[in-house]
């Protein structure tokens, strides 16, 4: 694609617009969920089930599947569009879904009279339907929509357009965690129907607006047409897994990102059971949000000109300091706030520095199949560690600074599995002379 400069300010505003829709799905659909579950009195292993090995095992399934199709799909609406926009309407009822759950559950524990389980399982079990139902439509457009980004934006401005789409990101974090988090316990149906509707005029008008351009035709699909049942799965793995760089850079990129994850699944509770109340842990969010909104912009602009992979390899290094001092703090509201900060405002970093990762290390015909193989392994580990994690916080007595511990060492790993792939980058031609490498 190539545009004039009226023409790009167009695309990032119609993409921009997508993300926020997207945003305020992502950062408000799961603390409200959390939320609710705990209002259902939800047990922690069960939270960590649902809301993070669940979504886990279902991108394992989806992801690399629509990422292939997506990557050699051809048609008048592009390779993108048409799965982003099928899948608006189902998110958004998904949306709708969780609404009611509450009303849904006692209407289903009244039909089932003496074989109900109870009322709260009764709701436990509307609200894992529809949940299920919204981490289906959120996996499909998760990788689609960064390809279409990818496809779309000029490669030489793609950190700093992450930069605006991590602001856009954050600035709808600010509008949540400000406003509405204290409310969610009390008008959970009110904003969860809101954010459908939101996501689904929003995001759709998104997808009608933004045009892909042409791409030249996929190679044969002779492998996958043999007749043989596992040519495909084999195929799409030899390509995939075969290339020990990507192999570094999935694992750099898994832990990196997973490093956040033992604190971001139990953060509510952690704040709760130091006394903070649900509206200050709003409004400590958005404080971090307002902070990372500041330097957001500027990371893209630092990605663009030192390259991602310094950024990642930094702020994870950084990330393992921080919380090995939330795990060795006493348990305060002052130092829960201080690391609680320290920890959404690091995590930011690594997420916008990182955000153009992919499309600086990954060819683009095979973007989104090799950037789906991700979640293959990220998958299997987020299926693992939440419920883990929550078992180990049950058994502790509901110690959750054990999720700094945990962070601290996954953050450990990351930094390590960084530094690898940086020399293994430098080996490649570096700044300079890297080109990506091809998979066959």
């Known amino acids: 694609m190539v ?4 023409g790009l300010v167009v695309l990032f505003l119609w993409l921009l617009l997508g993300d926020f829709c997207w945003m305020m799905k992502e950062r408000a659909v799961t ?3 959390q939320v609710m579950l705990r209002e259902f009195q939800s047990p922690d292993w069960l939270v960590g089930l649902l809301v993070g090995s669940i979504p886990a095992g279902l991108g394992m399934l989806l992801g690399p599947i629509v990422s292939v199709r997506s990557d050699r799909h051809r048609g008048r609406w592009g390779r993108r569009i048409p799965f982003l926009l099928a899948t608006t309407p189902f998110v958004a009822l998904a949306m709708f879904g969780l609404a009611v759950t509450p009303s849904l559950g006692e209407w289903l524990h009244q039909t089932l009279g003496a074989k109900s389980p109870g009322l709260m399982a009764s709701r436990i079990l509307v609200f894992s339907l529809f949940w299920t139902a919204f981490e289906i439509g959120t996996i499909v457009v998760n990788p689609i929509f960064m390809a ?5 934006v000029p490669r030489e401005l793609i950190g700093r357009f992450f930069g605006l789409f991590r602001a856009v990101s954050l600035a709808a974090g600010i509008v949540f965690n400000f406003f509405l988090m204290g409310k969610v316990a009390t008008h959970s149906m009110e904003i ?12 759709g008008i998104m997808c009608l607006k933004v045009k892909e351009g042409e791409y030249p035709q996929p190679p044969p699909e002779s492998s996958f047409r043999r007749g043989a049942l596992l040519a495909p799965v084999m195929t799409y793995l030899r390509e995939c897994f075969s290339t020990p760089f990507y192999l570094w850079l999935y694992a750099a990129f898994i832990l990196g990102y997973a490093a956040a994850s033992p604190v971001n699944t139990f953060s509510i509770f952690h704040a709760r059971s130091v006394g903070m109340s649900d509206d200050l842990y709003g409004k400590c969010l958005a404080l971090s949000y307002t902070i990372s909104l500041l330097i957001a912009y500027p990371l893209g602009a630092l990605a663009d000109r030192f390259h ?4 990642g390899l930094l702020s994870t290094a950084v990330y393992a300091l921080v919380m090995l001092a939330g795990f060795l703090l006493p348990g305060t509201i002052n130092a829960f706030f201080v690391i609680f900060v320290l920890h959404t405002v690091l995590s930011g970093v690594y997420l916008t520095g990182t955000a153009s990762l992919g499309s600086r290390l990954l060819p683009s015909a095979q973007f989104a199949q090799l950037a789906s193989a991700i979640t293959i392994p990220m998958a299997i580990f987020f299926m693992v560690l939440p419920p883990a994690l929550g078992t180990m916080i049950e058994v502790s007595g509901h110690q959750y600074r054990y999720s700094f511990l945990v962070g601290f060492l ?17 080996r490649l031609g570096g700044d300079q002379g890297y080109v990506p490498l091809e998979v066959k």
Request: glycine share 12%.
């Open 3 to 6: 545009y004039a400069s009226g």
């Open 31 to 33: 603390p409200s969920a």
């Open 148 to 152: 279409l980004c990818n496809d779309v």
């Open 192 to 203: 969860f129907v809101a954010l459908g509707l939101l996501y689904g005029i929003g995001f």
């Open 308 to 311: 991602p992979l310094r950024l």
């Open 410 to 426: 996954i953050s450990i790993a990351g930094t390590i599995a960084y530094f690898v792939l940086f020399l293994r980058f430098k």
